[in-house]
């Protein structure tokens, strides 16, 4: 490596330094041409974005704005990651997701990439007594095992641990996670189980298996609700004092129990949230240990997120999965699950099981990823954005543990209203486009062939809602699919252009956008009379809608047209019958559209 002189020359000696007020002050100039009068913090305010929780992001962030000092790498508070050397000796935990046996499917994963094993049984997903074929051919002493069984956890941990004994692997060198979680079990079927023999698991971890996990705390279930980052956060923090408590209880000493934790949190295409929700946990179960005076950080197991997984346009999915993979390696995360791009459709084939593989693979090998040890670490924005999720959710928990503790919220309801709440919020988000879903809300492909998998075994209900960003718009595709399917022909909607391209493509591409998402096709050549369509939409400038709109419209209808519509901002223009504009609530629109058309 070449170091340069220190000759005192800087790259950017020939400028002078800007201030932060000239930069307001810029910033005043581009709001004065949109009509907004704003001056000095008031027009870096109009400028921010408010997130869930009450968090705001600012576009600009300085030296000025400091966070708590998170520490260094592998040291209490833990926010820069659990171990000083982070990620860099060989990358996180490459942890594949099985639900179903498929042959050799197991080895593949671990022969391609893969690192180590999460296995789904009993209710919904392997049957218990199959654990040994699922792992046929598998080196026990090397790849890790992670279990998740919900009611029939104990069975499946002694399988497990019969098969380990069967294989002559020495109980010290067993690595995994039994996968007990019966808070995160009543928080999906609503049911509650008897902590005792998980405790036992505990004990019997502690003192034979020293690389053996006998609990998680699984996020995912409030994540998959609709909760926000800090609710989720706060939730894991709730349910892992509780099993702290509980283990305890049964004779386990606090660093015992400790030990026998380890946390899963969801990883949204939300990069920065995710990085901050990963540093802002560990920093919050350090505060945790530190009060139970327990050594050690948090041990963090990320999936991609379900809840942004789509059904339509799934190949998309591909590009969420890989921006999450990065936020949580960026984020510290110990261990990371990418979820197959066809998740969301059944069970997932050899094809999107390697693209899950090699997700990571990419990230770690060929982008280098891991070989930087906390690479968010020092931005005033990431810094800023985690400590304020990490007040959020402390908050959160406080409140939980001032109702009772986790499994108090969880059998009042209380839980549930409070991540209803948040989705409902969010849905408002995205009925009405804020929150973007590409291929589904924005650029819609009505003509795609549907990707077809064979049908996932049905998870454990009853509890918690499941929610997708999806959902809404599935709806509604859905009742085009079923129209399609008796009549030959999707719904239909004219979009009367007005005047030169210049002046009517802008709104004519927004409003073809916007009923593609619905399922109903737009029709732009030939009459109206001749497009099969009962509705229309006019699409020009506002110059022409003020000449030629009233009479575009009464000709329309002179046709037959049942509905028009306006793209744009509602005015004062004689014959239509409703807008379309940005920040329109799109759902309300399209259901309503289909109602009119007959399409149940």
């Known amino acids: 490596m070449t170091v340069l002189p220190d000759d005192g020359l800087s790259l950017a000696a020939e400028f002078p330094d800007a201030t932060h007020e000239q930069w307001q002050r810029l910033v005043e100039g581009v709001l004065r041409k949109s009509g907004k009068e704003v001056s000095g913090a008031a027009a870096e305010d109009a400028l921010s974005t408010t997130l869930e929780d009450g968090l705001r992001t600012r576009p600009l962030y300085t030296a000025r704005d400091a966070a708590p000092d998170p520490g260094l790498p592998g040291f209490a508070p833990y926010v ?33 990439g893969g690192t180590s094993l999460w296995l789904v049984l009993g209710e919904g997903g392997i049957p218990v007594d199959g654990l040994g074929r699922a792992l046929q051919g598998v080196y026990l002493d090397l790849a ?64 034979q298996y020293p690389g053996l996990r006998a609990l998680t705390v699984d996020a995912l279930p409030y994540h998959e609700a609709g909760g926000s980052a800090a609710q989720e956060l706060g939730a894991s923090l709730a349910t892992g004092v509780a099993y702290l408590r509980d283990l305890t209880e049964a004779g386990l000493s606090p660093e015992q129990a400790a ?78 699950t990418v979820l197959p791009f066809d998740h969301a459709l059944g069970l997932p084939d050899a094809f999107s099981r390697r693209i899950a593989r090699n997700t990571s693979t990419i990230l770690i090998e060929e982008s280098h990823l891991a070989r930087v040890i906390d690479p968010a670490g020092g931005s005033w924005y990431v810094e800023q954005l985690t400590d304020q999720l990490a007040q959020a959710a402390w908050e959160f928990f406080r409140t939980i543990e001032r109702d009772g503790g986790q499994a108090a919220v969880l059998r009042s309801g209380r839980l549930r ?10 849905s408002k988000q995205l009925a009405k486009r804020r929150e973007p879903i590409t291929g589904v809300s924005e650029f819609p492909f009505l003509a795609e062939k549907p990707v077809e998998r064979e049908p996932a075994p049905e998870p454990p209900s009853g509890g918690l809602p499941r929610v997708r960003r999806d959902e809404a718009y599935e709806e509604l595709r859905a009742r085009s699919d079923a129209h399609l399917a008796a009549t030959g022909t999707r719904p239909r909607v004219y979009l009367a252009t007005i005047g030169p391209a210049a002046a009517y493509t802008a709104r004519a591409t927004f409003a073809s956008n916007l009923f593609q998402a619905g399922g109903i096709e737009p029709v732009t050549e030939g009459r109206f009379e001749d497009s099969g369509a009962t509705e229309a939409v006019l699409c020009s400038s506002d110059a022409l809608y003020a000449e030629q709109a009233g009479q575009t419209a009464e000709s329309l209808r002179a046709a037959g047209a049942r509905h028009v519509f306006l793209a744009g901002r509602p005015a004062e223009y004689s014959g239509i019958d409703s807008y379309v504009f940005a920040g329109c609530d799109a759902v309300a629109v399209l259901s309503a559209t289909l109602d009119r058309m007959g399409v149940s």
Request: proline share 4%.
């Open 80 to 112: 820069r990651g659990s171990r000083p050397e982070g990620n860099t000796t060989g990358g996180w935990d490459v942890r594949q997701r099985h639900t179903a046996h498929a042959e050799n499917a197991a080895l593949a994963d671990l022969e391609n």
């Open 144 to 207: 890790p095992v992670v279990l998740d069984a919900g009611r029939d956890t104990e069975q499946a941990a002694e399988a497990l641990l019969r098969l380990y004994a069967d294989h002559g692997v020495d109980a010290k060198a067993v690595r995994g996670n039994l996968g007990g979680d019966p808070l995160g079990y009543e928080a999906r079927t609503g049911t509650p189980l008897d902590f005792a023999s998980y405790a036992a698991l505990a004990a019997r971890c502690a003192e």
């Open 417 to 426: 209203t409070d991540l209803a709440t948040t989705w409902a919020e969010r």
């Open 259 to 336: 030990a026998q934790l380890e946390f899963r949190y969801a990883a949204t295409a939300d990069q920065f949230l995710t990085i901050a929700k990963l540093r802002a946990a560990r920093r919050l179960w350090a505060r945790v240990a530190e009060v139970c005076a327990v050594p050690g950080a948090q041990v963090q197991h990320a999936v991609t997120s379900p809840v942004m997984m789509t059904r339509r346009d799934p190949w998309v999915n591909m590009l969420r999965a890989t921006v999450a993979t990065l936020a949580a390696g960026v984020g510290g995360a110990d261990s990371v």
